[in-house]
């Protein structure tokens, strides 16, 4: 968990001194969690939540995005493959589908979240 307080202390347009900086949102969380099924040896469940409190848009403070929750799950299973580990993992992102805004990288400027995303990938040791 994180507070922040930004606030612009100086700029060449006075009228934005002691706003707040935009894109940083006072609060942002994050907690994850893993579990081994004692049933199927090597098998990890994952799940994270993601949350990101509301922020201002521009340095006027004039516009204001809100807050949003993301959620996330995925799975890993390691086996022998020929003496070789392989880790099989599959991970969802943006469980909810749910659209908010992200990307505050200038000035009255964003970019929209991901959509739900799958992804498979595997691992080898060697």
Known sequence: ITYTEAE???SANK???????YGVPKWQGNVGAEWDPWLVPGLTMEGRAVYTGEQYVNSANSLKVPDWWR?????RYVMKVREQNVTWRG?????????YWVGNFSDG????????TFALSATVDF
Request: charged letters at 20%; a neutral charge; glycine letters at 6%.
């Open 8 to 10: 612009i202390k100086s």
């Open 109 to 116: 400027y964003l970019t929209l979240s991901s959509p739900r």
């Open 15 to 21: 009228a934005i001194v002691g706003n707040n900086a």
């Open 91 to 99: 991970t969802i992102t943006n469980l909810l589908d749910k659209d």
């Open 71 to 75: 959620f996330d799950v995925g799975a």
